[in-house]
């Protein structure tokens, strides 16, 4: 994996409202951690308000990418359920 692809993996995480995004281990008021590009192939997730940090290795990424992509695809169904429901009701 490039630090490309794992930093795609975080911030599309990140971004998804439908799962609980990493945050801060000191605070979890603080913003939601981020990803920081340490070269030499690795990634580390960075509160930007406090500066903790937390490694993660790629196991922990695939898994990452795997809850971000199913929770979508949930999301998606369950939109389109209630979209029908909806049409079903006006109808
Ligand atoms: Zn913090």
Known sequence: MTNQERIKIITS???NPLVHPLTCG????HQNLAPV???DDEVIL??????YKQHIDDE???LLAELDTRQREFGKTREDL????????EY
């Open 13 to 15: 995480f990140q971004s």
């Open 37 to 39: 590009d340490c070269g």
């Open 82 to 89: 209630l979209k029908q429901h909806r049409y079903v009701k």
């Open 60 to 62: 922990f990424l695939a």
């Open 26 to 29: 000191v605070n979890s008021l």
């Open 46 to 51: 960075k509160c930007l308000d406090c500066g």
